[in-house]
């Protein structure tokens, strides 16, 4: 079984000119579970993962990989497997010919690209150019390609982009067996709906500096509690509610309160004998959350802060925000990180 690798970022500093793309960045990442990587446009993803995977010099600081920083990897493609963009890949070539160079090159046996090629659901089109292949089956192609020295990390850019519903599906459940295994799987995201339902943990950059580290819990923490109740009766509940002195606002869904907890909205609607349909804590929705910390109306949490409890994360109608491509990159890559690590 594939052995996951801490990655870990130390003071990392990368500066071109006057401007700062990633800022004392410090953080790990740890094995066995899926962490997010999330920012805005221009945050410094792009910037941190090509550190990361040797691209690209930090300024100071650190980036490494189970200790060791890419360039000092004995075998990369057997360590780590990344795609950073569903690009890179030769028009004429057909799927199982581009994984065969890449296999060659780094001393994999032929019979490993007809497995990756399987676990991507990739067999059919192996001998279709990859011209002709759509988005979302280059997505795949850039997967099996990540996989093929069967590394203990994973890196990768935007999975689910260009996946239909089925897709997303499929790489949702196949992340979590990766890493199940004991993987460390490392995925920037901008679908930040999909990210609640995929990953244990999350990072979260703005203007190069680390302004959320930890659990999905943890990013769901809100120290003002609020409550989603409802009752048949929603007239009587209103006016036993008002005469507790208690704040709420009547929702298409309900009545929300502020600043009590379920519990205790439950006991003032049974002291006055009203019957409830509804009754939940209900958490912020994951986007605002999100946006309160790009914007810095939030102040950053990091795993030295205290952890907190566990709360339920609104799930309701989250639109999507865009925090994809990163325009600090100097220039999209694809399979160029592990194509640079095989020729090594």
């Known amino acids: 079984m594939p052995d996951g690798q801490v990655l870990e970022f130390a003071g990392l500093t990368k500066r ?14 740890q094995p066995g579970r899926i962490t997010a990587f999330l920012g805005p446009n221009g945050a410094g993803k792009t910037t941190t993962l090509r550190m990361l995977l040797g691209l690209i010099r930090p300024t100071s600081g650190s980036a490494t990989i189970g200790g060791r920083r890419y360039d000092e990897l004995t075998h990369p493609l057997h360590t780590v497997g990344a795609v950073l963009e569903a690009t890179g890949f030769h028009p004429g070539r057909t799927g199982a010919a581009h994984l065969t160079v ?19 659901g990739l067999s059919h089109a192996a001998g279709r150019k990859v011209g002709g292949y759509s988005l979302g089956m280059r ?3 850039g997967v099996a390609f990540a996989l093929l020295g069967d590394p203990g990390v994973l890196v990768l850019d935007e999975p689910t982009n260009g996946l239909d519903p089925e897709g997303i599906r499929w790489m949702r459940s196949f992340l979590r067996t990766l890493a199940g295994e004991g993987r460390t799987i490392l995925v920037s995201s ?8 995929t990953v244990d943990a999350a990072l979260i950059i703005s203007g190069g500096r680390l302004v959320f580290e930890g659990s999905l819990a943890d990013l769901a923490y809100q120290e003002v509690p609020v409550t989603l109740v409802d009752s048949p009766d ?9 005469a507790a002195g208690v704040p709420l606002e009547i929702l298409r869904t309900g009545i929300q309160v502020e600043g009590l907890d379920a519990a205790r909205v439950g006991a003032i609607a049974a002291s006055a004998g009203i019957a409830l ?9 994951l986007e605002e959350i999100f946006l309160e910390y ?22 309701e109608e989250q639109p999507e925000v865009t925090t994809a491509s990163d325009s600090e990159a100097d220039t999209p890559v694809g399979a160029s990180a592990d194509e640079e690590g095989a020729n090594r």
Do not use: K, M, W
């Open 190 to 197: 901008h679908l930040l709906a999909e990210v609640q339902q």
């Open 277 to 285: 349909s509804a009754l939940t804590d209900r958490g912020p929705a």
């Open 234 to 242: 929603r007239g009587a509940l209103v006016t036993a509610l008002e």
């Open 16 to 29: 071109f000119g006057t401007i700062s793309a990633v800022a004392d960045l410090t953080c790990s990442i």
């Open 139 to 141: 997505q795949r192609l």
């Open 294 to 315: 790009v914007n810095g109306t939030r102040p950053p949490r990091l795993l030295t802060d205290e952890p907190q409890p566990e709360v339920p994360i609104e799930t």
């Open 102 to 120: 890449y296999a060659q090159a780094a001393g994999i046996p032929r019979s490993r690209v007809d497995e990756v090629l399987e676990l991507v």
